[in-house]
């Protein structure tokens, strides 16, 4: 299913790019991938999509949900889970 992953691959880079338009973000991405030691730039873009995601997710949940320690752990799991 071209495209789904198509459809997704876009979602994920328009989320990604104005996320990162935002400095405060900008700083805040910056130490998540140096505390789960992130360096690739594939990865790192990934991680900051995933992330965004997951705060957009978890603001509708409840605001336990957006934090820093929940979204770090469903980040790290993403990725342990793929490499």
Known sequence: MPEIRDSFEQLVE???RRMLGKVKYQT???NLL???????PEEAFLAGAI???IYD?????G???ARHTMRK?????IFRAVK
Not at 73 to 77: A, F, G, I, N
């Open 34 to 40: 140096n505390e789960l030691e992130i360096k690739s």
């Open 14 to 16: 328009y989320k990604a």
């Open 63 to 65: 605001q336990a949900y």
């Open 51 to 53: 992330d965004a995601m």
């Open 73 to 77: 752990t469903l980040v790290e799991k």
């Open 57 to 61: 997710v978890g603001l509708n949940l």
């Open 28 to 30: 805040y991405l910056r």
